[in-house]
């Protein structure tokens, strides 16, 4: 692994059913964030974890959850998809929260 | 609110051409400005400004930061087909204990052979 992983590549999705994005560096990177990618919107960052262990909310956290049990890995959970959660969605990490970012290669995600 | 706008929101050019791409912003607590090229997947870090005034350099692509007037731009000179991208421009707000990035929408840069 080089970099950030994110998995799968991409998905669609029924209404209602749980899933959850992956997300992995290898980069013993501190920071890692979510976010979502829609047009017109841009960037918008749902939830973020400054360390192992620890993890806050965003600007769009609602019907998304998170966990850090590691360094290495950050899901992303959406606990019953609706078609508004249809999007891109990039994983990122930073060395420490207040460096520049680095992102994922992006899960395009459809919710019918 | 912490806004980021950024203009144009297209540009069509032919290679060769020397482009600049406008960002200005309204946030609380500025910390820094970051420049990101967004191909067909991840962007990309460009650049991170947190000086007034210091221009940041790689290759063709340069970037300067105005903390007064609040805008940033990106330069691109001789411009080449593998410079079509979106490019973002990202501000980070300060007083908050994390990397609270806020987006502009972007510019698309189309760069004709």
């Known amino acids: 692994i080089a970099g950030i992983t994110q998995a799968p590549t991409s998905q669609i999705l029924a209404a209602g059913r749980r899933m959850t994005l992956r997300c992995t560096q290898d980069m013993r990177h501190n920071a890692m964030y979510w976010y979502r990618q829609d047009l017109g919107l841009g960037l918008r960052l749902i939830h973020y974890?400054?360390?192992?262990?620890?993890?806050g909310k965003g600007e769009v956290p609602d019907g998304y959850s998170v966990s850090r049990a590691n360094t290495d890995d950050f899901p992303l959970t959406l606990a019953s998809a609706v078609p508004s959660q249809t999007s891109v969605y990039f994983c990122?990490?930073?060395?420490?929260?207040?460096?520049?970012?680095?992102f994922g290669p992006g899960t395009r995600l459809t919710v019918l | 609110e912490d806004k980021v706008v950024q203009s144009p929101l297209s540009l069509v050019v032919h290679e060769g051409d020397t482009v600049t791409l406008n960002c200005s912003y309204e946030v609380t607590n500025f910390r820094s400005l970051l420049w990101y090229k967004q191909e067909k997947k991840a962007p990309t870090f460009l650049f991170m400004l947190?000086?007034?005034?210091i221009e940041k350099k790689s290759g063709r692509l340069s970037s300067i930061l105005d903390k007064k007037e609040l805008f940033s731009i990106l330069n691109i000179t001789a411009t080449q087909t593998g410079d079509s991208a979106v490019y973002l421009c990202?501000?980070?707000?300060?007083?908050?204990?994390?990397?609270?990035?806020?987006f502009g929408q972007g510019t698309i840069l189309t760069v004709h052979p």
């Open positions: 990202a501000v980070e707000a300060g007083g908050t204990s994390y990397g609270k990035l806020t």
């Open positions: 947190t000086s007034s005034g």
């Open positions: 974890s400054n360390t192992a262990g620890t993890t």
């Open positions: 990122a990490s930073s060395p420490d929260w207040y460096n520049e970012q680095f």
